[in-house]
């Protein structure tokens, strides 16, 4: 922790090796916020306590989103669109609860999620040097990776076995820092309140990274321990007051993934080939998942979660590719990067050395090389299935546990194998009706893309169509039976071996091949990436300091901004939204899918106060990831929540600009309108503002 105390105490001076962090840009490490710029920009000085407390009020959702925990007994905060897969797990045919929404007014009708898991950052150490001493000078990239790699394992697991905790070594700059984040685990977490999908995604694909937004995006969950209400005791308080124009707020939330520091080729791949891929993909899934959803209302309800994510990715990875297509901006990076690489070549030290970014282009052409192979056979993409999945991880967990934690891939380390369990025995129902159809398109795209005679693909296809293939696996694996997986798994590599599960036989045969390519990727990209990644930042930090923070990498981090509108097309855009507006907005659509209020609303309208605040926007930092994160004013205490982004924030994955691009939150106040008055949940809102607890009867 010291290595990045004194790092990032480096004065934020300006550099002439690239622009300082711009306005209220950043994604901080708790460890290394810049208090002193938060101070000289809005006065306030905030104190390790008030850090402390906000950092041990947020938690992180394992299915790729944030949350906080908001009253003393559990409860848990989040957007309606990350809790939406527990919602999903909990339907059925009869109680659509993504359609109808959920409430439970007693804690004995919290419904338990089959396979959500919570964590909250409890402790925070610098491993820099351990990992680090783990490369000696002799070895090759490859060599240096996988000792590095095996450090980290081992770090991880000394620490879960010494303290009982989930322990991730997090490595930042691109493997310049290291981090062991230490996180208390909990996977008792239950849904206490949903609202329905239309207000939830009111406006739905059509809005989705828009503003202004009229959303409700909001979801309720308890965690438990040993059957009971866990007690947190730092959980954030909420605000009486809410928002103003032109206030400090803060979001602290999980991050997905960030680019800001990548090279020109690096930015060029993501440009060329693997945005435009995913692109390809996604715009397929979708065409899929309608024609599914078409052919009954129960397939449509099947569907939703996956359509919407597959909506949701798509829109994403568009506004990705603007700053990567403008020519201003990748001229700005690629001078920036040349500077940096005159100072690299300046230092005495560096004239024998390798040029990193030389390292990184040639380590980009090895992906390049690799990505068909690569995506489709080791990263699933060609097999587009829950239950293959599962297949998957049977094979290589049973295998890779007969190994020393440090030998083996990092997804089944020691440290990570309890939250790999919680998923595989996930008592979620699973339809093979929806696993079908997607696995037999993701094999007919495998075919298209590597080629019929591929020799993965013929082993896989074994002389059938996609679609034949894909049936009888399908309908012949047992693997949607969790007694099923869990006697494999706990069976060892013995029953893996002899299982004549379909999908069993068909990974374990694949398996050395994805192997191989996995191999390839860790030793001639990842590690090289890691060693050179590693050099360029250790330039930027000698000459210019910490002037930015680490690119995202799903872990905590504190962003601040200001609540402000913005001017777009010539026409001024207020900083909040209202009940009213919603209303409003519905009409002018004819009050149709997906801009039709639920019956919950209208039926109450006169009663509500179409004033109160709804969504509102500012210009902190966010990216995918951030979904969920509690937004706080300098009391800590929650004056909203992060749902989405307008469309000009997509940018922010790789520059960051303030004059347009907002987050968007749900306002605190239209919350707790809409609790007490639509839902009539005021016990919840009870519990919320400290007027009941828990305990008591909803």
């Known amino acids: 922790m010291k290595r990045v105390f004194f790092l990032f105490a480096v004065l934020l001076s300006f550099s002439v090796l690239g622009p300082l962090c711009r306005a209220d840009e950043g994604m901080w490490l708790y ?51 990350v809790g939406a897969v527990c919602v999903q797990q909990l339907s059925t045919h009869g109680h659509d609860y993504i359609q109808e929404g959920f409430y439970a007014k007693t804690q004995a009708e919290e419904a338990r999620c089959p396979d959500l898991e919570l964590n909250e950052l409890v402790g925070i150490e610098d491993v820099t040097s351990t990992v680090k001493a783990a490369a000696k000078p002799e070895m090759s990239s490859a060599e240096a ?99 103003r124009e032109n206030e400090l707020i803060f979001v602290s939330g999980h991050p997905g993934s960030t680019g800001r520091q990548r090279t020109i080729a690096q930015l060029e791949f993501l440009r060329d080939l693997d945005y435009p891929s995913r692109l390809e993909t996604y715009k397929r899934r979708i065409a899929l998942l309608q024609k599914f959803s078409g052919e009954s209302e129960e397939n449509a309800r099947i569907a939703k979660e996956h359509l919407f994510s597959y909506q949701n990715g798509f829109k994403a990875v568009t506004g990705y590719l603007v700053p990567l297509n403008d020519r201003q901006i990748m001229a700005t990076k690629q001078a920036d990067e040349a500077k940096l690489q005159a100072t690299f070549k300046a230092e005495p030290k560096n004239k024998a050395a390798p040029n990193p970014w030389d390292e990184i282009s040639e380590s980009v052409k090895v992906q390049r090389e690799m990505y068909l192979p690569l995506t489709y056979i080791e990263r699933n993409r060609g097999f587009n299935s829950q239950l293959a999945s599962f297949a998957r991880w049977l094979v290589r967990a049973t295998a890779e546990k007969t190994k020393p934690s440090e030998q083996r891939l990092r997804e089944y380390r020691d440290s990570a194998l309890p939250s790999l369990e919680q998923e595989l025995f996930s008592t979620a129902p699973i339809y093979k009706s929806i696993e079908t159809v997607t696995l037999a398109d993701s094999l007919a795209q495998m075919r298209d893309a590597l080629g019929a005679e591929n020799p993965v693909v013929r082993k896989v296809l074994n002389g059938k169509t996609p679609e034949d293939a894909a049936k009888d696996l399908i309908a012949n694996t047992k693997l949607d039976d969790v007694s099923v997986r869990k006697q494999l798994y706990q069976g060892g590599t013995a029953a893996v071996v002899s299982s004549n599960d379909p999908l069993i036989a068909l990974m374990r045969e694949i398996d050395p091949d994805a192997r191989e390519v996995r191999k390839q990727y860790d030793d001639k990209v990842d590690a090289a990436e890691r060693r050179a990644g590693a050099a360029i930042n250790r330039t930027r930090f000698a000459h210019s300091g910490f002037n930015h923070p680490p690119d995202a990498t799903f872990t905590l981090r504190l962003s601040y901004g200001a609540v402000k509108g913005y001017v777009e097309n010539g026409k001024k855009i207020p900083y909040f939204t209202t009940f009213a507006g919603g209303f409003e907005h519905a009409a002018e659509h004819g009050n149709q899918p997906p801009y039709k209020l639920p019956e919950s609303w209208t039926r109450v309208k006169s009663s509500l106060n179409l004033a109160t605040p709804l969504n509102y926007v500012s210009t902190a930092d966010i990216i995918g990831g951030n979904s969920g994160s509690p937004t706080l004013d300098r009391k800590g205490e929650i004056v909203g929540i992060i749902f989405d982004g307008n469309i000009q924030s997509l940018a922010w994955n790789f520059v960051y600009d303030d004059k347009q691009a907002r987050s968007v939150h749900v306002d605190s106040r239209g919350i707790v309108e809409a609790l007490r008055k639509i839902y009539g949940a005021t016990a919840l809102v009870d519990e919320l503002t400290g007027a009941k607890t828990a305990g008591a009867s909803r």
């Not at 101070?39 to 000085?45: L, V």
């Not at 206490?192 to 990274?209: I, L, S, T």
């Not at 040993?226 to 909420?238: F, S, V």
């Open 145 to 243: 990776g996988r000792a590095q790699r095996a450090a980290m394992s081992r770090i991880e697991k000394d620490c879960t076995s010494s303290t009982g905790l989930r322990c991730d070594v997090v490595t930042f700059y691109s493997g310049e820092v290291y981090n062991l984040y230490k996180y208390k685990k909990y996977t008792d977490v239950r849904l206490v309140f949903a609202p329905e999908f239309d207000a939830a995604f009111f406006g739905g694909d059509p809005d989705n990274f828009t503003y202004p937004r009229y959303d409700l995006d909001i979801t309720f969950f308890r965690v438990y321990e040993n059957d009971k209400p866990a007690h947190t005791e730092n959980y954030l308080r909420w605000s009486k007051q809410g928002v």
């Open 31 to 81: 460890n290394a916020f810049p208090r002193d710029k938060v101070k000289a920009k809005y006065g306030f000085d905030l104190s390790q306590a008030w850090l402390d407390h906000v950092r041990l009020g947020s938690v992180r959702f394992n299915n790729g989103g944030s949350g906080s925990f908001v009253s003393p007994d559990g409860l848990t905060f989040t957007n309606h669109h």
